[in-house]
């Protein structure tokens, strides 16, 4: 079976960075993604870490370490926009996702 | 705007009863997903489908079944409708299916509620 462990939720002010961790438990591993989804929307892609490292995208940012079965999610310079649910996961199972509030 | 789009949008439906949902990938993605997911969790998976071939399946019961059609589109069927079957359901197309590196692209949803 396959399993991954976040935090249930994180707040934080404007301008601030958060961290999201990520642990997993799979058979079989290709790769950890990341997804945001806001209330009411869909998940959308943010990024995807097939190997260990930092991978940039803008201002957000995860990592990976595989002989840790470990990940995080880093979001820089926080932005009201960005309060949502974020999602890791080993596809096609998913995180229980991780709420961010953002405050002003 | 990812080019997958779900309906309907809302359903509303009697316990016991038949339900189908569908969904429209984008085109060219072989691979379409379903998922369930219930308020504040994360998607579980039900099952994938490559090239109509089932490819895949979560630990959902049989009464969840699907279908995908050589057009980009798939349905997803639900028999014998029990009250915690009331969730948002997604589906998600991609290039490639399961363990490959691939970006799933999500559709809006159907919430689907069950009295």
């Known amino acids: 079976g396959q399993s991954l462990e976040q935090p249930s939720e994180v707040t934080a002010v404007e301008g601030a960075i958060v961290q999201i961790n990520c642990t997993y438990q799979t058979s079989g591993f290709y790769g950890l993604s990341w997804y945001q989804q806001h209330d009411g929307g869909a998940p959308t892609f943010l990024s995807y870490n097939g190997l260990d490292g930092l991978e940039e995208t803008g201002r957000f940012s995860s990592f990976l370490s595989r002989s840790d079965s470990y990940g995080y999610l880093l979001l820089q310079e926080l932005q009201m926009k960005d309060s949502a649910s974020y999602f890791c996961a080993v596809e096609p199972t998913f995180g229980g996702g991780t709420r961010v509030l953002v405050k002003p | 705007e990812t080019g997958v789009t779900q309906s309907p949008t809302h359903l509303i439906k009697t316990r016991g009863q038949q339900v189908t949902l569908r969904c429209s990938s984008q085109s060219g993605h072989n691979t379409v997903s379903w998922y369930q997911q219930a308020l504040g969790q994360g998607p579980q998976f039900i099952f994938q489908y490559y090239r109509e071939e089932e490819n895949g399946r979560g630990n959902f019961p049989p009464r969840f079944s699907g279908l995908q059609f050589p057009n980009y589109s798939s349905e997803l069927n639900v028999n014998a409708l029990e009250l915690d079957d009331s969730a948002l359901y997604l589906c998600?197309?991609?290039?490639?299916?399961?363990?490959?590196?691939?970006?799933?692209?999500f559709g809006q949803g159907t919430r689907l509620t069950v009295v």
């Open positions: 998600a197309s991609s290039l490639y299916s399961i363990g490959r590196d691939t970006e799933a692209f």
